[in-house]
């Protein structure tokens, strides 16, 4: 370990985590991170800046009336998505809008900011005019509008959804240092849903003897389709109504979408339409063309619809540049299809030592979790790095690691420890550590 | 109880939690709702509707590209706040925004929705020239910008706001049957902040002996300031930057607002410059003009900081009418100043019998809780009500019970029971019973 360098950074030794300055949790549950600082210098722990301190016209003047519907300050014009691809001369084609994760806190994203990969552009539905059908290996062939879809018992749950290609970029090399998070990352989100249990449903219609697959289907112009296990309906799928309060936005389903928690964001086909019952797998383009994984040996790997244990550092990220030495907050979250995170570890020497993060509660199955550590940059090179660890016991593998199971070939489902390089400036890049 | 009049309405007895058609919740947890009255029917439980068949537009060509920030669609554009008062002719004046809790789901409020009461108009402020002051009876006197401040470490909490105001008109008589719930009960919200405990800022600077108050005072044109108790400052008062993830909106106080949970809205001052730490409150014109209750022996009520326990039905409201005899999902939401909601209670006989409405997990302190509860509907006259009680015991009282001990010359806090009365022909109104 080095040992600190100027007067402003000493602190107790057993206040240490681990290696190159991160420190003990107990910094954050005891409030003693700043205090600590403070006696060693008679100064405090997180530096003070100078601001205008003039009467600003809008300590002068009253402000303006309230709005319908409140917006963001103007001042915060650029924490928007990031817009890749989209239509062109009238023809169909794949569009996605990034989460900037850098640029947010909490675990909930605004649904403004939800992170969206649509293949046919977002339709503009009439909800007075559109149906959810199930039919197929039922008893009843049912179909439901919106209004009576209220009137079901609903459920409120908190989830992550993740494209099973975020993190696409990080399969190959060299690595653009300078990217910002969402174009590594952002195709990941969190939400506060509520909607019907897809169980309810199947419990009215009546399943046949041999159902084992759902096909759901958009009403969107490509009616993009996807297979569903009937274990997976009859567990914890819905059908989402309400995103975080409000009704969803047209990017994400309006009026309707299936909500399969924990699994890759594809298989939530939003617009659903159709639910048809059978005994086998679709096998449509989405889960054949698209959406499948080149093995080493050649062969495709389908249908392979839980999310992996991942976790980033959001905070800091290359969007910052450190200015000073001392005391820094290290967050970012946490995920997992498989259910909850139990653990998440924090490196700040590039993997040669782990320090237990804090984890915010409480802690949702299925849903990104932040994480915090404080961290004492003395100045010195350092590799911050995150290692998720969910309940199933599932570890969150090196770049190494997951490329000896998986190959190189692959396109999706990329969940490896990912690497911030800080620099002695103070700047960061992504790096392949 | 009455006798079921229609066939589709037959259900086992056992299944009755309560008076006129109030469900056990096993039929909630259990999925057997709906299973249940098909059986006895060959039909399905809810009433399914025909809606439009066509090709529509949306499935026949490529819709349209995402979006920098999602926005509704265009068919949700009556689901906003409803405001009153205003500036007018260039003078200062309140202003309110109120959440249409009637038209969302689950416990999150959408930011652009969250209720919002200005006293001095909405301040368009540049973060770059705000900042925050700690002074007076401190060791070391400190001051913030937004950007220092989000190196601290930072934490996410799920919290309740309401304005003691909300519902003001329920004082009254006669009620309007028809208001929307908003007028009644919409300056309440739910929100994830996230921020800086006051109580990591309050050790940096280090508190002299006698500290016993903190005057938290705004960058708006009026200054408004209120006391905070230096107990609570130390507890779980934090100061709030981002709102549902992203940075709060200008009419929740952006750059940054203290966050009192579970004390009354006012006292989370918004647009927060200062925070002096003094011997005894400031007696602010928002604290003694305002924000204060007479009592029944003519003496004001000061320092009323925590918000009382209290429930509201959000669906079926006055904002429905039922169109068919056969089952709903009662739902609403519940909040405690003083911790968590431990059970919700529901009567659709205006109080003779009661049971146990279903809770929405995880629980938070100071935050809304969901509740549900299946009703049978048979076509005859209903009084719908929700009782709270939060873990400290404390429970929502009748309107009676609350005149009895505030007396009826009050205007903030009210916090009774809520009726709405659903009539033979399915329209439904508030009314006091």
Known sequence: MKSNNEKTLIVDATDQAAGNGLMNRRFFLN???????????????FAQEAVGEGQEDWTLYPGSDALEYGELSRFEAGRVKKLVGGLAGGRTA???GRTPLHQLM????????????THHGIPDINPDQHQLVMHGMVKQ????GIENLENYPTITREYFMECSGNGRLLYYEPLSPKMTLDATHGLVSGSQWTGVKLSTLLD?????????????EG????????????????????IAIYQNGERIRPGQGYPMRLLNPGFEGNTSVKWLRSLYVTDRPVMSRFETSKYTDKMPDGKAMQFSLELDVKSVITRPTNALSLQKHGLYEITGLAWSGRGKIARVEVSADGGKTWADAVLEGPIHSKMMTRFRIPWMWNGDPAVLQSRAIDEAGRVQPSREQLFKGRGRQAYYHY???????????????????
């Open 219 to 238: 009403a969107d112009s490509g009616s993009l389709s996807r297979s569903i296990p009937i274990d997976k309906a009859l567990d914890d799928t819905m």
């Open 141 to 144: 062939p049912l179909k439901w």
């Open 204 to 216: 009215e219609c009546g399943l046949e003897d041999g159902a084992k697959w759902i096909i759901a």
């Open 415 to 433: 969940h490896a420890i990912h690497s911030w390089a800080v620099e002695t400036d103070g700047t960061i890049n992504h790096v392949y550590a």
């Open 106 to 117: 909490g675990t909930i994203t605004p649904s403004g900011l939800h992170f969206e990969v």
């Open 31 to 45: 409030s003693a991170l700043a205090t600590t600082a403070t006696l060693a210098t008679g100064k405090a722990a």
């Open 94 to 96: 794949t569009s996605a």
